[in-house]
C-alpha cells in the first residue's frame, strides 16, 4: 500500500506548464520552452518606452538621449537621502557609514559609481 501512495504523491506533485508558441501552438520539447521563454522575455524587456500623453513633447524627446554619469552633488544628493538603521549591503557599509564619511567618502562613492556606469 506504501507504493501506490508514493507512486500517487510522486505524480501529483509533477506539475506540468503548458507552453505556447508565437502561433499558439503546443510546445512539449524542454529546449523549445527554453527558447520560447527566453523569446518572450527578451520581446517584453526589450520595448522601447512609450512616451506619456502628460508629458510635454520637449520631456518626451528627451526620454531617447542618454543620461549623462553622475555628478559629485547628485552622488552626495542620493547619499543624504539614504535611510539610516536598515540591514547591511553586501559590503556592509551602511547609510550611516556613507552619510559620515565627508566629501573624501563622496568623492570616493562618485568615482566608484562613474566605473560602473561607464563599462
Same mark, same amino acid.
Given at each position: 500500500?506504501?507504493?501506490?501512495?508514493?507512486? /500517487?504523491?510522486? =505524480?501529483?506533485?509533477?506539475k506540468?506548464? #503548458?507552453?505556447? +508558441?508565437?502561433?499558439?501552438? &503546443?510546445?512539449? %520539447?524542454?529546449?523549445?520552452?527554453?527558447?520560447?521563454?527566453?523569446?518572450? /522575455?527578451?520581446? =517584453?524587456?526589450?520595448?522601447?518606452?512609450? #512616451?506619456?500623453p +502628460?508629458?510635454?513633447?520637449? &520631456?518626451?524627446? %528627451?526620454?531617447?538621449?542618454?543620461?549623462?554619469?553622475?555628478?559629485?552633488?547628485?552622488?552626495?544628493?542620493?547619499?543624504?537621502?539614504?535611510?539610516?538603521?536598515k540591514?547591511?549591503?553586501?559590503?556592509?557599509?551602511?547609510?550611516?557609514?556613507?552619510?559620515?564619511?565627508?566629501?573624501?567618502?563622496?568623492?570616493?562613492?562618485?568615482?566608484?559609481?562613474?566605473?560602473?556606469?561607464?563599462?
Amino acid at each position: 500500500m506504501k507504493d501506490a501512495f508514493t507512486n /500517487f504523491t510522486s =505524480l501529483k506533485s509533477r506539475k506540468v506548464s #503548458p507552453v505556447l +508558441d508565437k502561433d499558439t501552438n &503546443l510546445v512539449s %520539447d524542454k529546449e523549445a520552452k527554453a527558447e520560447r521563454w527566453k523569446e518572450h /522575455f527578451e520581446q =517584453l524587456l526589450n520595448n522601447h518606452p512609450v #512616451p506619456s500623453p +502628460d508629458l510635454p513633447e520637449s &520631456l518626451a524627446d %528627451d526620454q531617447d538621449q542618454a543620461c549623462s554619469e553622475p555628478c559629485l552633488a547628485e552622488v552626495h544628493a542620493a547619499v543624504q537621502r539614504l535611510k539610516n538603521g536598515k540591514a547591511l549591503d553586501l559590503c556592509g557599509i551602511t547609510a550611516e557609514m556613507l552619510k559620515l564619511s565627508s566629501i573624501h567618502g563622496t568623492q570616493w562613492l562618485t568615482n566608484v559609481i562613474k566605473q560602473a556606469w561607464n563599462s
